[in-house]
C-alpha cells in the first residue's frame, strides 16, 4: 500500500527521519511507536504529503482522495462552533466540494457514522462542548463518511479512557475486515501486541519493521531507548542529495 524508500525529513536542516526504507501492508493495521521526537507523526505527514523529504520518497497505491488523515488532538482548533453533524459531514468534501450540495443518502450516512461511534443524539452539540473521547469519536465518525482505502491515525487513543478506546478498536477492527489498510501511531505496547499485525519501531532511524512479535522485542526496545537517549539536537547538520546519500 505504502513504500517508503531511503526517506530523511528534515526540519531546520536537522533529521527527524533518517534515512528510512520498509513497505506497509496492504490491508493491515500497523503500529508505529518509538520514544518521543523519534519521528512518527513525520512518518504519517510524509505519507499524506505534509512534508517534502529531504531525500528519498514516499510512493502510495492508492488515489490522493482515498487516504484519510486524523492528527492529534492538540493539532485541531475546537472554538469554531461548528455542530458534531456538520463537522461529520465534512467527511464528504472530496466528493461535494467547497460549492456541492449534500444528498439525503449522505445525510442518513452521517447519521448512521454517528450512530456507529456511539453518539446518538449529541447531533446539534458543538464540538466544543464535547469531551476529549466525545470528540474523538465525532472524528472517528468523519473517517468512516470518507470511505478511505489508507487511513492514518496519530495518537488516536491518547488520554482517551478504556471504553472509548475499546470502540474505537472495534472500529479499526472493522475497516481491516473491509479490506482497509490502517497505520497509527502508538504509545501502549500491550495494544500494540494484542490489535496490530505489523509494527514499525522508530528512534529517527529505523530499529525495526515486519509482524508485531519479532519486533517488539527487548534487544530492539533496548537499542531505540539507547538510540533515543544518545540524541543531541545540536548535531551537525544532515545534508542529502538527490539520492538521498
Not at 536542516?13 to 500497523?30: D, K, M, R, Y
Not at 508505529?32 to 517534502?52: A, D, E, F, Q
Not at 479499526?172 to 479490506?179: C, E, S, T, V
Request: aromatic residues 6%; proline residues 4%; contains cysteine.
Amino acid at each position: 500500500m505504502v513504500s517508503v524508500d531511503n526517506l530523511t525529513v528534515s526540519y531546520r536542516q536537522h533529521p527527524a527521519l533518517h534515512h528510512i526504507s520498509g513497505e506497509f501492508v496492504a490491508g493491515a493495521l500497523t503500529a508505529v511507536i518509538g520514544p518521543n521526537g523519534s519521528g512518527k507523526s513525520t512518518l504519517l505527514k510524509s505519507i499524506m504529503g505534509l512534508l517534502k523529504p529531504a531525500g528519498g520518497q514516499v510512493r502510495t497505491r492508492t488515489p490522493r482522495q482515498r487516504i484519510a488523515y486524523l492528527p492529534q488532538l492538540t493539532e485541531i482548533d475546537r472554538n469554531f462552533p461548528l455542530q458534531v453533524r456538520d463537522c461529520v459531514l465534512l467527511g464528504c468534501w472530496s466528493a461535494v466540494g467547497a460549492w456541492g450540495g449534500t444528498s439525503a443518502q449522505m445525510l442518513a450516512q452521517t447519521d448512521a457514522a454517528i450512530r456507529a461511534v456511539g453518539l446518538e443524539g449529541f447531533e446539534r452539540r458543538t464540538v466544543g462542548s464535547l469531551s476529549s473521547g466525545q470528540f474523538q469519536r465525532v472524528l472517528f465518525a468523519r473517517l468512516l463518511m470518507q470511505d478511505a482505502e489508507l487511513l492514518l491515525l496519530d495518537e488516536p487513543f491518547n488520554a482517551m479512557d478504556s471504553r472509548t478506546t475499546a470502540a474505537l478498536l472495534d472500529l479499526i477492527h472493522q475497516w481491516q475486515a473491509q479490506g482497509r489498510t490502517v497505520i497509527a501511531v502508538l504509545h501502549d505496547d500491550a495494544q500494540v501486541r494484542a490489535h496490530f499485525d505489523q509494527t514499525v519501531l522508530l528512534a529517527r532511524e529505523l530499529v525495526a519493521w515486519g509482524p508485531t512479535a519479532q519486533v517488539l522485542t527487548e534487544p530492539n526496545l533496548q537499542r531505540a531507548r539507547a538510540l533515543a537517549e544518545a540524541w543531541d539536537d545540536n548535531a551537525e547538520i544532515c545534508h542529502t542529495d538527490e539520492t538521498g546519500a
